[in-house]
């Protein structure tokens, strides 16, 4: 009988490894994630476990935007059963359910995760706390802005001068913009933009905006009688300042999907896929958008 060849303790170690790392738990993952972020659960914060059981054995990570309907049905098809989201869950920032628990359509999306085994864990306040900020970091890749951002706010761009207008047709295109709301002179030259994802508040959108050094805001939403209101004040009183509104989604679902891309510097042997939900409005009118 042959003898067995020693196996070395190196391999041994790698293997193990692996298998632990394949065998992770939802709440193994989301600490190591944040561990590797650098960063910690703040006070209140809403990053935490909105359906599922953390104990949950992870065989696959989806990361996205919002956790909508189809993205949770590619998920399932995926194999992939830890959804990290961005955005919330069940209609409400702090994804309080308290509204929801005589819902129909509360009650079937619930009904699916837990039919399918599901852990859905947002991901907002650690991945916009990441240095450098994780969302900010995929829309400027996305956008090809690298090379014109501030060195020392990523936040703030110096871009080659174009209008407004065609400043919004190459990000609706960049972005893939079904809908883009211009607030401003289309015809006004710019060359300073700022970015103000997602639902980042007037305060925010008008401190920018106030800036000498920001002539375009490009941003995700805003009531109509707050930071719209103004820039359209602005502009009829000959101010150099104009807004780009992408939608809230749209304007950080590539943060997302770079999110994908750092897990799998952190977990080498776990599938992980970046699921795009896409733009919830169509533009009435075109056959195209229905």
Known sequence: MPLLRPVSLALFVLTLSAQAQ??????????????????????????TIKAGDPATVV????TVIAPSMDVLRKAVAAHENLIITHEPTFYNHQDADTLFKNDPVYAEKMAYIREHGLVIFRWHDGWHARKPDGIAEGWTK?????????????????????????????LQASMGNRIVRVVGDPNMKVSKAAYAPGASGEARQ???????????????????????????DAQQQGRHKAMILLGHYTSEEPGMDNCATWLKTVFHDTKIDFIPAGEPYWLSGNARNR
């Open 142 to 170: 996305k956008a090809g802005w690298k090379q014109f951002q501030n060195a020392d706010n990523q936040y703030l761009y110096t871009i080659p001068t174009t209008t407004v207008k065609a400043l919004a047709q190459q």
């Open 22 to 47: 394949q065998s992770l738990t939802a709440e193994q993952v989301i600490a190591k994630m944040r561990e590797a972020a650098g960063v910690t659960a703040v006070p209140n914060t809403v990053d």
């Open 59 to 62: 065989t696959g990570i989806a």
């Open 206 to 232: 008008i401190q920018a905006l106030e800036r000498e050094d920001v002539e375009v805001l490009i941003a995700g939403e805003i009531p109509e009688w707050e930071t719209i209101s103004y820039v359209w």
